[in-house]
């Protein structure tokens, strides 16, 4: 047999069919649903008089547009367009029958958060969702990606998704991580090095001993931007740490099930003589805690660095550059620690994990906010109890930030939770494009302890400085 990288074996064993021109039909595990990318694939089904194929592995919950404050079950208080979305959500998981979790539900989150938290997300799936951080659940060792609408119509209907092949990139974190450098330095450096376009075509993997170093929260952080570096999706291989965090939840295989499953992800691995397209190698000890200074993910620095000047690039990206910093309204030479914060946002399905609140928390016990104000949104219902639990939230509180419900919140401007113009904000969230978190609102993204120190200082903060 000839040997295989991770992605060949998932690919492999989800092939239902190839046609002559490498188009494939690939079978599909998962199906996560949000109300923003599937009112119309419902109505397709509907108008056509079909139902959906495998109700029981589609799960679906709202997390964009629902607000983050109390009483958000009240249509009242979303905009129109968001309370039809919701509406619509909730009327077509009754419906056609899938695993629902409204808002009501302490389980409800973000669906990359809620997914994996379920047990939903195993080893070995193909798992895909109207939406592109699905990349996150990569960190299981699952082939995850973002889909369209017509093609969330395709999956409802046949549980097959038409595909053609990508190209296997390895991406290698070699050794130790310093102090203060997280997940979230290592993907936003990982960009930083590739460019927004590096992975395009491209499938992933990240491995190497600081990726095994990482938890499984810390692994779906890397994961969730492999988007952001342009690839189809990124993975990491199942280990020990994998299988603990599976085992015993509640959509997980039990018994004699669980065991065959475990025998078969055991297998999930890159064969050492594999074939890579493309080969990236950092070392971990390189590794910074870094910023983004631009309006794009790969616009990253570590926090000691200066204000970039459009002529420290080339070609298109000199004015790319200019823009960038005009939108940002950030002044060529300024040390980045220098930036002065209004807002904090830790949050999303990059960084609203138990961990993340954890590292944030660490970095906030006993200190008061120097910015305007700073929210914390647990990544689901159940990331918010265990935090109450673990008495983080009364940390958070207490320091002066906002302890919200969970949802996407200021991840996006889609919800109540947005940036006014002008408004400059450090934020563990994925995106920093012109008006992503409200209309010209400025965005720096950052880890959950690089948002914890820039709250105490109200500037953009070494978060080793605080440790
Ligand atoms: C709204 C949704 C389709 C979108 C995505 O696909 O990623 C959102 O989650 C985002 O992060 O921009
Ligand atoms: S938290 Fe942000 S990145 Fe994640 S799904 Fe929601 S909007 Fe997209």
Known sequence: MSPKTLYDKIWDAHLAHEAEDGTCLLYIDRHLVHEVTSPQAF?????AGRTVRAPEKTIAVPDHNVPTTPGREDPANMTEDSAIQVAAL???????????????????????????????????????????HTATHGAFGALAHGIGTSEVEHVLATQTLIQKKSKNMKVEITGKL????????????????TGTAGGTGYVIEYCGEAIRDLSMEGRMTVCNMAIEGGARAGLIAPDEKTFEYVMGRPHAPKGAQWEAALAWWKTLYSDDDAHWDKVITIKGEDIAPVVTWGTSPEDVLPITANVPSPDDFEGGKVGAAQRSLDYMGLTPGTPLSEIEIDTVFIG???????????????????????????????????????????????????????WRLAGCSMCLAMNPDQLSEGERCASTSNRNFEGRQGYKGRTH???????????ITGKLTDVRELM
């Open 43 to 47: 109505e397709g089904l509907r108008m």
């Open 90 to 132: 909730d009327k077509n998981a009754k419906e056609f029958g899938i695993h629902y979790y409204p808002v009501s539900d302490v389980r409800q989150g973000i669906v990359h958060i809620v997914g994996p938290e379920q047990g939903w997300t195993l080893p070995g799936m193909t798992v895909v969702c109207g939406d592109s």
């Open 348 to 402: 999303s399905c990059t960084n609203g994990r138990i961990e993340d609140l954890r590292a944030a928390a660490e970095i906030l016990k006993g200190k008061k906010i120097k910015v305007k104000r700073a929210m914390v949104v647990p990544g689901s219902g159940l990331v918010r109890a265990q935090a109450e639990e673990e008495g983080l939230a009364d940390i958070f509180r207490e320091a002066g930030f906002e």
């Open 445 to 455: 993204l950052v880890s959950p302890g690089m948002a914890a120190a820039a709250a």
């Open 178 to 193: 310093r102090p203060g450098v997280t997940a979230k330095d290592i993907t936003l450096s990982v960009i930083g090095e």
